[in-house]
Structures are given as C-alpha cells and as structure tokens.
C-alpha cells in the first residue's frame, strides 16, 4: 500500500502545508494553530509517518502554532533507495529546511523514540533554533559501549527459523512486512486493551515498502553511549526525557540513562510502553503543555552539566 491509502477524517486538519525538497527528496509538512511559539513534533523511525501525532495535533493546536514534517520514507515524503539519504544528520537537515520554509524562527521539539537523535543534532549544529528538547522513549545507544563493527550483520543474515525479535530481519521483511508490523507494534504497545492503536500503526506502515524499510535500519546512526555523550555534551537548551517503566522496545534504562547525559529531569510513565503519546495521549498533552510553559515563562531549567557523571 502507499500513501494514496484513504485517510480517516481528522480531528483538525492543517491550516497550511507543503514540500521543501532537499538533494531531490520531497519532504512534506504541516502547519497547525497560530502564536509565538512553534512546537515541532518531529519525525520518528520512517516505519510510520506523521498520523502518529494525530491524538497531540488537535489540543496542541489549540494553543501553540504546531509544525508536522513527514519523515522521509514514508507519507507524502519521498523515498530514496540509498541507506545514506536516510543518515540522521539528513534528517536534521530537512528539519532545519522546513523552519526556514516556514519562516520559524526557533521551535520546540518533541519525539518519540528515534526521533531523538536528529532532535539532538539540530540542536547542537544550530542552538539558536530550538528552545527545548521533550522526548518520548528515546531510541539512544546509553549502555553500549563496544559496538559491533557489523552492526547489522544479523539484520541482514537469514536465519532458519523467525520467532519473536528474530522478525527484526531484512529476509523476513521482504517476505512478511505485515506480519512483523502486527508483531512490532504490538510490543510498542504492550499495554492491555491497545487494538486500536496497533491497528493505525500497521496502517501507517503499510504506507511504505519493506525496501524502504530496510534502507532506514541500514542508515548510519549513533554507534554507542561515547558517540551519544560527546552530542548531548553540546546541549545547552532545556530538556525533557518522559519513558514508560514497562517499555518493552527500549528499556527504562535507556530514558534515565539520557536523562542523565542531558541532566534533565526524567518523566516516569508507570505502566507504560514504548509511545505512550498514542496510548494515553490525554497525559503526554499535559506533560507537553507544562514544558512547553515552563520555557515561555523562563522557568525551564537548562542542563545541570554539574549532575552529570563525566561530563566535561
């Protein structure tokens, strides 16, 4: 399926939209509510697109001018073939091209899980665009200090039997893409009672093709927790890690971990899994607004460089 799907009617839909396009790539946005303040929600992992932030676009909106940017790699955004186009920093670099399009001069970022990584980039190669730093269970190496030197040779080797994480294989992929959607997301969702939500998302990733796919899991990224400290090091912003205690993607460690690095507060979801913003969206809004106030009225506190073990 592609992007031409047809789509359930919105909440509210945008008041403005468009495409910048970067080295041939099409990268498409949205603008919602009007103010001085932009919250940026920022794309995650191209294995879904920007209907992920379907339950926080209406209420933010309501009081913040909301920008959308559709990963590349899934949506309306272009999907290159070569692994590099979906490096981090190219994500970062269409990010910083749609502030530009839109003539936003500095915004807030909120993520969810990988989107962290190209949050923390444009943060730290242009500070004077972003006010702060909210992230959801963050996809970060904290832990791995001796990385594989083939990263993804079991990603890409075929195994003779695919049984649970097993699934996160190239070779099963290309044979079974709805298949490990239904078992991936399912264990985004690990909270009881989650159909609906493991529905959308299947939904959102049967909007791209396993090729796609595939190529965003080969792109570079950060290695381990030496590479992710000498980054968060450079982070002068306030931030925000919120993480679910029973997130069965990225473990609570990892959250608290990056809490740490950025001497940030940590946010702790009891019971919740990997992307609490579509589980109990209700919450994560209140959790977003009060970030977003604390920075408007100056009350965010920037790193606590002083906190953080080994920082320099």
């Known amino acids: ?5 047809a789509e359930q009617t919105r909440a509210r839909y945008p008041d403005q939209e468009g495409f910048i396009e970067r080295d041939g790539v099409p990268i498409f946005w ?5 103010g001085d303040t932009t919250v ?15 339950g926080q676009i209406p209420y933010l909106a309501q009081h913040y001018r909301v920008l959308v940017v559709e990963g590349r790699g899934n949506g309306k955004s272009g999907r290159p073939t070569d692994p590099e186009a979906y490096a981090e920093t190219e994500f970062a670099a269409d990010l910083l091209a749609v502030l530009d399009a839109t003539e936003t001069d500095k915004a807030i970022l909120v993520s969810v899980s990988r989107g962290i990584e190209r949050s923390l980039l444009l943060a730290t190669e242009h500070p004077e665009r972003v006010a702060g730093i909210l992230t959801i269970g963050p996809a970060v190496p904290f832990g791995i200090s001796d990385p594989d030197p083939d ?39 690990s909270e009881p009672h989650s ?28 290695p381990d927790e030496a590479s992710l400290r000498a980054l968060t090091e450079r982070v002068r912003c306030p931030a925000l ?14 959250g608290a971990g990056l809490a740490e690095l950025l001497g940030c507060p940590l946010i702790s979801l009891e019971g919740s899994g990997h992307n609490p913003a579509a589980r109990i969206p209700v919450k994560v809004n209140l959790l977003i607004r009060s970030f977003v ?5 100056g009350t965010a506190e920037p790193p606590r460089r002083e906190e953080v073990a080994g920082a320099t």
């Open 195 to 222: 159909t609906k939500q493991v529905e959308d998302a299947v939904s959102y990733g049967l909007d791209t093709d396993p090729n796609t796919l595939i190529a965003t899991q080969l792109a570079p990224r950060l």
């Open 151 to 189: 990263p993804h040779k079991g990603f890409r080797t075929p195994h003779d039997s695919y049984e649970g994480f097993a699934k996160f294989n190239a070779n099963y992929w290309l044979e079974h893409h709805e298949d490990f959607l239904e078992f991936f997301f399912s264990n985004v969702f």
């Open 30 to 34: 949205e603008l919602y509510g009007e």
């Open 241 to 254: 890690v919120i993480h679910g205690t029973e997130d069965a993607i990225r473990p609570h460690d990892t």
């Open 293 to 297: 106030e604390a920075i408007r009225d």
């Open 40 to 54: 940026l929600m920022v794309p995650t992992w191209s294995i879904i697109h920007s209907r992920c932030w379907k």
């Open 1 to 5: 399926m592609t992007a031409e799907r």
